[in-house]
């Protein structure tokens, strides 16, 4: 037996943590073959060249956010076959998302001067079925271009940079870094379905973004940036099954809501565990503010499109005391930021200029890191996997690396749509407490090997003329 922060484990259990320890330790080491800047196929015209930041660029994160997606290709595909269609793909579809290869001019524009987004080519050291048997995001730090180092701002380098990595079996993961400055969940997604489209060939379902976000939210001169605190996470996966999320939302059912949603049970869940690991770690409870990312689009006067790309998100802030709180009133915290962001979240986002709905003491604490700050984004909606494909199907595995930005938890559905995967990133100190949460555990399983139907494996789709 083993003693450890106040935990029995049993010698079993203490084998596995060491041999999970282990396979951390080891990245896979990538080397990068090239560098390349991908540029629109045809120039962006002169009249399109400025285009005009809105509100919600302004005031949202100034980070990049990292999207990795696995796949596993036939033998018989070429590196150089892959490579060369994802970047004449690329450059087909910045023609279209032509703000993508500008830069960010000042805190009003982006000057759309076709620079190009940076294309990076690396050879990986193994082999996908070592990331897939023990899925740590810490083996992946070489496969996007700041290796899990704090990348610049988001707000001063470009809009886009890619990575593809060649394992040695064949598999290749393809890695993107958006700046939230212009580029939110939905607007990725997007340009992410165009881009895949265009390199099947099924030039049809390329749509035609729009970019008029900021006739809706006009800029500001006096608008309240978003503090961004960077500092060391760590990672971890937690899947939740269809029976599994069926009994939480029954147990988080209160007279108050008696419906609860699969996403505001899950959030509670999470809030509530994380909140305890805080307060283990610090050895005292500090006040929490959990934000909800809610897509503006279609409830905007006038509605946007969902093919509205730029930042079109709102935040539902929810707040807690020190008191430790149970499920049901989480639930019930969630539920009242909702209805009031519903009421006049909109409208009180135009008047206040600040993505941030708080009282003054609760932003003088946030300011200060007196409280506990949560950010929750829900994709369970979004074709994440289904429009990935580039012409050799879809990835077997999506994962969001973040080794930078502690307290941010991303929900996806897996790949049966029956499930929801959370990647959580928590800080180091916090983490190890968090996953060991035996009410989390009751309901979730902590990152379990990815499973692969071998008749999905990808091969070149024949119908691409790229």
């Known amino acids: 037996m083993f003693h450890w922060t106040g935990t029995i484990l049993t010698t079993s259990l203490h084998k596995h943590w060491c041999k999970k320890v282990a396979n951390m330790k080891r990245a896979l080491k990538v080397e990068i073959q090239g560098r390349e800047i991908i540029k629109p196929s045809h120039p962006t015209p002169h009249h399109l060249r400025n285009l005009e930041l809105s509100l919600l660029d302004q005031i949202n994160y100034s980070l990049y956010v990292c999207t990795c997606f696995l796949y596993k290709v036939n033998n018989n595909v070429k590196a150089d076959q892959v490579s060369q269609r994802l970047k004449s793909s690329l450059s087909e579809t910045l023609t279209k998302f032509y703000p993508f290869a500008g830069r960010v001019k000042d805190d009003f524009s982006i000057e759309c001067n076709d620079e190009g987004v940076e294309f990076i080519e690396g050879r990986a050291n193994g082999f996908l079925s070592e990331y897939l048997q023990n899925p740590d995001q810490k083996l992946l730090t070489e496969f996007q271009p700041f290796g899990g180092k704090d990348p610049p701002v988001a707000g001063k380098g470009p809009l886009l940079v890619v990575q593809v990595t060649f394992f040695k079996c064949g598999g290749v993961g393809v890695t993107t870094l958006s700046s939230q400055k212009f580029v939110d969940a939905l607007s990725y997604t997007t340009f992410q379905n165009c881009w895949a489209a265009i390199a099947r060939g099924e030039f049809r379902k390329a749509v035609i973004p729009e970019f008029v976000a900021a006739s809706v939210f006009p800029p ?8 961004t605190h960077f500092s060391p996470a760590e990672s971890n996966r937690f899947v939740f099954d269809a029976s599994k999320l069926a009994q939480l939302q029954a147990e988080v059912a209160s007279a108050s809501v008696p419906r609860p949603s699969l996403v505001e049970a899950l959030t509670a869940l999470i809030w509530k565990c994380a909140r305890a690991a805080s307060r283990s770690n610090r050895g005292f409870a500090r ?33 807690t005391s020190e008191k430790e709180m149970e499920l049901q009133e989480l639930v019930c915290k969630l539920r009242k930021a909702k209805d009031e962001f519903t009421n006049n979240g909109i409208q009180t986002l135009l008047e206040t200029k600040s993505i941030l709905n708080v009282s003054e003491s609760t932003r003088d604490k946030f300011e200060r890191d007196e409280i506990d700050f949560f950010s929750f ?23 969001f ?44 399983t902590l990152n379990p090997s990815v499973q692969v139907n071998e008749k999905e494996k990808g091969s070149f789709a024949s119908k691409s003329s790229l």
């Open 220 to 227: 500001s001169e006096s608008f309240v940036p978003f503090r």
């Open 287 to 319: 006040p929490s503010l959990l934000v909800q990312a809610v897509d503006l689009r279609s409830v905007v006067v006038p509605p946007l499109s969902e093919n509205s790309v730029g930042n079109s998100i709102g935040f539902m802030p929810a707040q």
């Open 377 to 399: 984004t829900s994709m369970i909606s979004f074709p994440v996997r289904e429009g990935a494909d580039f012409g050799w199907g879809k990835p077997i595995h999506v994962t």
């Open 401 to 444: 690396p973040n080794y930078t930005t502690p307290n941010v938890v991303i929900l996806v559905s897996t790949e049966d749509g029956a499930g929801i995967e959370a990647f959580v990133y928590l800080s180091p100190e916090d983490m190890p407490i968090f996953e060991r949460s035996q009410e989390l555990l009751s309901f979730a």
